[in-house]
């Protein structure tokens, strides 16, 4: 079984910074990808922030181009996203999708989320 858990969020102002963690767990035999989304209201499509893949190439897409980067951590297992001059429009649930092969089965498992609220 994989675990995924994310922390980090808060509360913060506008032009501030923060820094997710998303911690993979659990009989896992190779992580192939990690991904951040964002959700900015119940009910909104999950929307991809960032991507790592296993090999560390990265992938935004043009909306996340600049304000925020992925990385990893001292392990594989441990993958941050540094965000940067936070914008009020960026609240919501921040949730980690990692891609993960475990035992015979390769599948995306999801965290719970944490909130990010940013003031203006």
């Known amino acids: 079984q994989v675990q995924v858990a994310e922390s980090g969020g808060g509360l913060v102002q506008a032009g501030g910074s923060l820094r997710l963690t998303c911690e993979v767990s659990?009989?896992?035999?190779?992580?192939?990808?990690v991904a951040w989304y964002r959700q900015q209201a119940p009910g909104q499509p999950r929307e991809l922030l960032a991507?790592?893949?296993?090999?560390?190439?990265?992938y935004y897409p043009d909306s996340a181009t600049g304000r925020f980067a992925i990385s990893r951590g001292d392990t594989i297992n441990t993958v941050y996203l540094q965000m940067n001059n936070l914008k009020p429009e960026d609240t919501g649930d921040y949730y980690c999708?990692?891609?993960?092969?475990?035992?015979?089965?390769?599948?995306?498992?999801w965290g719970q989320g944490t909130q990010v609220t940013v003031s203006a």
């Open positions: 999708k990692a891609n993960v092969l475990a035992g015979w089965n390769t599948g995306n498992t």
């Open positions: 991507r790592i893949e296993s090999g560390d190439s990265t």
């Open positions: 659990g009989n896992i035999q190779r992580i192939n990808r």
